[in-house]
């Protein structure tokens, strides 16, 4: 079984920065390509970024690029999300996700339970 543990959420000011981090246990991190998605209050959740299983190669959704920046420690079985200059509407539960490299929930197979973000104006 394959867990994976969100932390790092909280609550910021508009223009404000947070990293976000999610830890993989139960197998290989590296045979993973990780993704983060969010999921907004009343709306469906969305694809936010995913990096393959070498970290060389990622993928941003247009809402955050330049902004956000993801990034893989296999050593730590760990992945980040480096979210700057936050937006009101960068609020949602933030999930990371372990499967193939991709952007539809369909390619992750392992979620985590999710973070909270919540950017204030």
């Known amino acids: 079984q394959v867990l994976l543990v969100e932390s790092g959420g909280g609550l910021v000011q508009a223009g404000g920065s947070l990293r976000l981090s999610c830890r993989v246990s139960?197998?290989?991190?590296?045979?993973?390509?990780m993704g983060w998605f969010r999921q907004a209050p009343g709306k469906e959740r969305e694809f936010v970024v995913t990096i393959n299983l070498s970290g060389r190669i990622t993928y941003y959704a247009d809402s955050v690029k330049g902004r956000f920046a993801i990034s893989r420690d296999n050593a730590k079985n760990t992945v980040y999300l480096q979210m700057n200059s936050l937006k009101p509407e960068d609020t949602a539960v933030y999930y990371c996700?372990?499967?193939?490299?991709?952007?539809?929930?369909?390619?992750?197979?392992?979620w985590g339970q999710g973070t909270q973000v919540t950017v204030s104006s």
């Open positions: 996700a372990a499967g193939t490299y991709g952007t539809k929930e369909r390619n992750y197979d392992y």
């Open positions: 139960g197998r290989a991190f590296r045979d993973y390509a």
